[in-house]
């Protein structure tokens, strides 16, 4: 367990638990598949982002869990349905469940992970909350879109993609923090200061593995290297390596990107790694870190704070 998950031990342990509960159905294909990625494990950023925020708080109710839950099964549905889209079959380093199960329980088991997290959240019976979920879920939806159509498109530009990695991770990290604000009684000034908190570390945190796909170890990352160029997805490193290179350079990761072509990923990586790209795109994370460190002034000095410090700063400092 890595230190900022500590601060939060006992909880953490209860909605691991409460999961388990909530995948409960009488089709034991949808048990199956939901078990399988809970024990995938992962580092279960989203939900200990609300147990942070909450207890950072001061919250003293119990309903921090089932948010937390309802949080991780968004972002679980979202997977799901990602590694369909993107013909995925490594997460983890495990089988994705369209590799082992196929494509449809995939997408279906997503949509009972969507509509369950909706129970919950009736449940919990704050309608900001609901407002922000219904909101987040989805502006995922407009990135994943968003995201197809910039597939294997080498035009895009980096406000184009900042948008798409706020819609596809920020704003889930965003509303992890904001919810837990109303949730815990927040002023005005603190809610605003964890939203913002969430929305800069999740920028950092999808810099750093848009990063990773051109330099990572793909045992530790759990997934293959190089995927996003086999999927023609125009990252940062891709865009900053085109407007710095050489024309010739240029063209070159334009085609790899049109083609989806994995065989041209170490002529790619090359240049990536010339046009000081890497560094560029590990430069924005570490900003948006430091700007999400820099949100936390407006909370009282306890463990959570100190923890949720640890966390932006592992964010960026990750192999995986």
Same mark, same amino acid.
């Given at each position: ?67 937390? !839950? ?7 549905? %979202? ?9 995925? @079959? ?27 997290? +909706? ?31 910039? !597939? ?7 406000? @184009? ?11 889930? +990290? ?45 045992? %530790? ?24 290179? %050489? ?58 704070? %100190?923890?949720?410090?640890?966390? !932006?700063? +592992? ?6």
């Amino acid at each position: 367990m890595l230190p900022f998950h500590q601060a939060v031990a006992d909880d953490f342990e209860a909605v691991n638990q409460l999961i388990i509960e909530q995948l409960e159905s009488n089709v034991d294909l949808v048990e199956n598949i939901g078990h399988y990625l809970v024990e995938a494990g992962g580092k279960r950023l989203r939900p200990l982002l609300v147990l942070l925020s909450a207890n950072a708080l001061q919250y003293q109710g119990r309903q921090h869990l089932q948010l937390a !839950a309802i949080i991780e099964f968004i972002h679980t549905a %979202t997977l799901l349905h990602d590694d369909v889209v993107d013909i995925s @079959n490594m997460r983890r380093g495990r089988l994705t469940a369209n590799a082992k199960w196929g494509n449809a329980p995939s997408v279906l088991v997503g949509d009972f992970l969507y509509s369950r997290a +909706f129970q919950i959240m009736v449940a919990i019976g704050d309608m900001e909350i609901m407002r922000v979920l219904s909101d987040t879920t989805n502006t995922i939806s407009e990135g994943e879109v968003q995201q197809l159509v910039n !597939a294997k498109d080498p035009s895009v530009s980096e406000a @184009n993609y900042l948008e798409v990695i706020y819609k596809k991770t920020g704003a889930l +990290f965003e509303a992890a923090c904001d919810t837990a604000a109303i949730l815990g009684g927040a002023s005005d000034a603190q809610r605003q200061a964890l939203k913002q908190f969430g929305y800069h570390l999740g920028l950092a945190f999808q810099l750093i593995d848009d990063a990773l796909d051109y330099e990572g170890d793909p045992e %530790t990352l759990g997934k293959n290297v190089g995927d996003d160029l086999a999927e023609g997805k125009p990252t940062l490193p891709l865009i900053h390596a085109m407007a710095q290179g %050489t024309e010739k350079e240029a063209e070159t990761i334009a085609q790899a990107i049109r083609e989806g072509d994995i065989g041209m990923l170490d002529a790619v990586v090359t240049i990536v790694k010339q046009t000081g790209a890497l560094e560029y795109t590990l430069k924005c994370a570490n900003e948006h870190a430091q700007k999400a460190i820099d949100q936390l002034q407006l909370l009282e000095d306890t463990p959570y704070r %100190t923890a949720m410090e640890q966390l !932006a700063k +592992f964010s960026v400092g990750r192999d995986h």
